[in-house]
């Protein structure tokens, strides 16, 4: 199997930061959206230096927020890439002038979610398919994910976790270009469990 990327996201401190990038993520996620997991922007500039002496590439997470707040929150913390979370057009993905991961949510059939990425593909260098609501419900539907990852470059978001991750990657890891995990690596909201990190990643890699 091809090496998939791996993110996780939602690192709060500095202290959980140091010892994660030890791990060997290829990325971390830093979210600037409402949420238990949301940084100051003084902590993330912190987190993303302890990121960067690692190699490890930092994205900046925003929800529906303005490009003045998106732009200079991730010059400020010289992010690597921004994650688009909610409902931006492709006109708004069109002025970041970074990398661009964009989220999106599965539709009913395959042809309505490909109409949609085709529409972004120009301008985003990564969509990230999660649940339609985040943190709550199964996983998305993975016949639908491989069909999509054959055309488009893909992180797999959703529920994913230590337990589960094998079997999932058994289905789409040889198309996916990676996946990303919080929640699912967690012993509380914004808590990140190392034992479960390391373990996630392993299974990933192995």
Same mark, same amino acid.
Request: hydrophobic fraction near 45%; include cysteine; charged fraction near 30%.
């Given at each position: 199997?091809?090496?998939?990327?791996?993110?996780?996201?939602?690192?709060?401190?500095?202290?959980?930061?140091?010892?994660?990038?030890?791990?060997?993520?290829?990325?971390?996620?830093?979210?600037?959206?409402?949420?238990?997991?949301?940084?100051?922007?003084?902590?993330?500039?912190?987190?993303?230096?302890?990121?960067?002496? &690692? !190699? =490890? $590439?930092?994205? @900046? #997470?925003?929800?529906?927020?303005? /490009?003045?707040?998106? +732009?200079?929150?991730?010059?400020?913390?010289?992010?690597?890439?921004?994650?688009?979370?909610?409902?931006?057009?492709?006109?708004?993905?069109?002025?970041?002038?970074?990398?661009?991961?964009?989220?999106?949510?599965?539709?009913?059939?395959?042809?309505?979610?490909?109409?949609?990425?085709?529409?972004?593909?120009?301008?985003?260098?990564?969509?990230?398919?999660?649940?339609?609501?985040?943190?709550?419900?199964?996983?998305?539907?993975? &016949? !639908? =994910? $491989?069909?999509? @990852? #054959?055309?488009?470059?893909?992180? /797999?978001?959703?529920? +994913?976790?230590?337990?589960?991750?094998?079997?999932?990657?058994?289905?789409?890891?040889?198309?996916?270009?990676?996946?990303?995990?919080?929640?699912?690596?967690?012993?509380?909201?914004?808590?990140?469990?190392?034992?479960?990190?390391?373990?996630?990643?392993?299974?990933?890699?192995?």
């Amino acid at each position: 199997m091809k090496k998939l990327l791996v993110k996780v996201c939602g690192i709060t401190t500095k202290e959980t930061a140091k010892d994660l990038v030890c791990l060997e993520p290829d990325m971390i996620g830093l979210v600037f959206a409402c949420s238990p997991r949301k940084v100051t922007l003084q902590m993330a500039g912190e987190i993303a230096e302890i990121a960067r002496q &690692k !190699q =490890v $590439k930092v994205v @900046a #997470i925003f929800q529906n927020q303005s /490009l003045d707040e998106i +732009l200079q929150a991730a010059a400020s913390i010289k992010a690597d890439y921004v994650q688009l979370h909610g409902n931006e057009p492709v006109e708004f993905c069109k002025k970041i002038p970074i990398k661009v991961i964009k989220t999106i949510k599965l539709k009913t059939s395959v042809d309505e979610t490909r109409k949609i990425m085709e529409s972004y593909k120009p301008f985003i260098d990564l969509f990230l398919v999660d649940r339609a609501e985040q943190g709550r419900g199964g996983l998305v539907d993975l &016949k !639908q =994910v $491989k069909k999509l @990852a #054959i055309q488009y470059p893909i992180l /797999l978001a959703g529920g +994913l976790n230590p337990k589960n991750i094998k079997p999932i990657l058994a289905e789409v890891g040889d198309v996916i270009r990676g996946v990303d995990v919080s929640g699912g690596v967690e012993k509380g909201a914004g808590i990140k469990d190392l034992i479960k990190v390391k373990n996630f990643i392993t299974k990933v890699r192995n």
